[in-house]
């Protein structure tokens, strides 16, 4: 097991190969990305393999708030690299035994967010079915018409 290499996101530099982004300001710091934000850390992995395990592994802490609880700043959070360090030294033995579980954890995940999505796509779709027919309704009641 090897653990990737962390450090500041600096635009200037290239980004090397097997490379995602972490937010490290901000409410949302923790907060993986294939794309760099100003305020993020590099996350460098040795091939391919360990990218796809380290990405998912940061998603899923970020999504249950693994990194909320080592904010700094009273302002604006965020929260360093040994934090970092220190958070992927507590949980990747474990999770890294049982990858194939957390595999599977993760598509389960992926398809209970496809059903949230189509789920708000038909609450947008009532609340604007119901706007429509009070419009409607209201709409014959304006003033001279009964």
């Given at each position: 097991?090897?653990?990737?290499?962390?450090?500041?996101?600096?635009?200037?530099?290239?980004?090397?190969?097997?490379?995602?982004?972490?937010?490290?300001?901000?409410?949302?710091?923790?907060?993986?990305?294939?794309?760099?934000?100003?305020?993020?850390?590099?996350?460098?992995?040795?091939?391919?393999?360990?990218?796809?395990f380290?990405?998912?592994?940061?998603?899923?802490?970020?999504?249950?708030?693994?990194?909320?609880?080592?904010?700094?700043?009273?302002?604006?959070?965020?929260?360093?690299?040994?934090?970092?360090r220190?958070?992927?030294?507590?949980?990747?033995?474990?999770?890294?035994?049982?990858?194939?579980?957390?595999?599977?954890?993760?598509?389960?995940?992926?398809?209970?967010?496809?059903r949230?999505?189509?789920?708000?796509?038909?609450?947008?779709?009532?609340?604007?079915?119901?706007?429509?027919?009070?419009?409607?309704?209201?709409?014959?009641?304006?003033?001279?018409?009964?």
């Open positions: 097991m090897q653990y990737p290499f962390i450090r500041c996101y600096n635009p200037n530099f290239p980004i090397p190969p097997y490379c995602f982004f972490m937010l490290c300001k901000g409410e949302n710091a923790g907060k993986p990305s294939f794309k760099p934000w100003p305020n993020s850390f590099m996350i460098i992995c040795p091939d391919e393999y360990y990218y796809d380290y990405f998912w592994l940061f998603y899923g802490l970020w999504h249950t708030g693994s990194f909320k609880v080592r904010h700094h700043g009273s302002v604006i959070p965020f929260i360093n690299i040994p934090d970092v220190d958070i992927l030294r507590e949980v990747v033995p474990p999770i890294y035994k049982d990858w194939k579980r957390y595999k599977e954890i993760l598509a389960l995940c992926e398809s209970l967010e496809q949230k999505a189509n789920l708000a796509e038909q609450i947008i779709a009532t609340k604007d079915l119901q706007s429509a027919l009070l419009r409607k309704y209201l709409g014959g009641f304006k003033k001279g018409k009964q």
